[in-house]
């Protein structure tokens, strides 16, 4: 806060702006390290709750939209809820709702960085046995080899050379979905997309 204040309320050359600009970048860029490495860490692996109470998916996902439309203004998410069973609409599963909205949030976050056009589609699907998130853009696909490592922590792929980021967000990710006993899986979707599904079992 100090340095953005530096930044915004005083008289700066281009270069002194530009050194307090990295110096803002990199201290962001600690604090979203130690935060996930903290999250990383209250969460047990082996451990799945059967006490969650129950939340609505798409009450989860609406707020992790709202957050991501804050923090980056130009972004576009489309949002489609799609029944694909044959039951009547139920989008009601059981877990912690700020886990998950974490879960969606680094997920659009990802989306949105790596879109080549800002925009996100999201589609929540009810199926016979399970729901399912779907998130895509068209940003350069993940090549083969770095899908291999996608949620192990630190690892970044060759197409985050330019973005900013501390490698943790996936791996937190698919911990917390660990945690309610969900999966996440990544495909290239209609040659050309990138498509990250969020699958949760009834």
Partial sequence: MQIQNLITLESHSDKTKQYLNSIMMDSSQIADTISSLLLLSRIDPG??????????????????????????????????????????????????????????????????????????NVTLIQEKEDLKVVITNNGELISPDDRENLFKAFARGRNAKNIQGTGLGLRITERILNHHNAQIDYEVSDGHLNCFKVIFKF
């Fill in 47 to 120: 451990k799945i709750s059967g006490f969650f109470p129950p939340c609505r998916l798409d009450e989860i996902i609406f707020e992790a939209i709202q957050f991501i439309s804050k923090t980056y203004p130009d972004v576009r998410i489309h949002f489609n809820i799609e029944n694909q069973s044959d039951n009547e609409i139920d989008i009601e599963l059981k877990g912690d709702s700020n886990l998950l909205k974490i879960v969606f949030i680094n997920l659009f976050k990802n989306a949105y960085l790596y879109a080549a056009d800002k925009l996100i």
